[in-house]
Nanobody, 122 residues
Framework: QVQLVESGGGLVQPGGSLRVSCAAS????????MGWYRQAPGKERELVAR???????KYADSVKGRFTISRDNAKNTVSLQMNSLEREDTAVYYC????????????????WGQGTLVTVSS
């Protein structure tokens, strides 16, 4: 069973920093893109940042210069360092990955974590 498990999140004041991390576990052969999405109350889920196995990154315009995504390919982990947090960053943050298992070579399966809540409030 392949799954993503997130950690981090919580309550932080505006202007503060927080780090969320995600680890993929199970019988994984290869992970392509890993990323973070978020969903605020009453809004659709949106891409925050993603990173390829080669380290190419993409960020939402709203977080550029404030958030940094990184991954450890050997450990199948991805992290999101969030600085200068704003109230508008309040959301449930979901880890996402495209993974290939030995049982289905050549096929990438999209995985989602259970979500971790980030609340930016004074």
């Amino acid at each position: 069973q392949v799954q993503l498990v997130e950690s981090g999140g919580g309550l932080v004041q505006p202007g503060g920093s927080l780090r969320v991390s995600c680890a993929a576990s199970g019988n994984i052969f290869l992970i392509n893109v890993m990323g973070w999405y978020r969903q605020a109350p009453g809004k659709e889920r949106e891409l925050v940042a993603r990173i390829t196995g080669g380290g190419i990154t993409k960020y939402a315009d709203s977080v550029k210069g404030r958030f940094t995504i990184s991954r450890d390919n050997a450990k199948n982990t991805v992290s999101l360092q969030m600085n200068s947090l704003e109230r508008e960053d309040t959301a449930v943050y979901y880890c996402n990955a495209e993974a290939m298992t030995p049982q289905a070579m050549g096929v990438y399966v999209e995985l989602w974590g259970q979500g971790t809540l980030v609340t930016v409030s004074s």
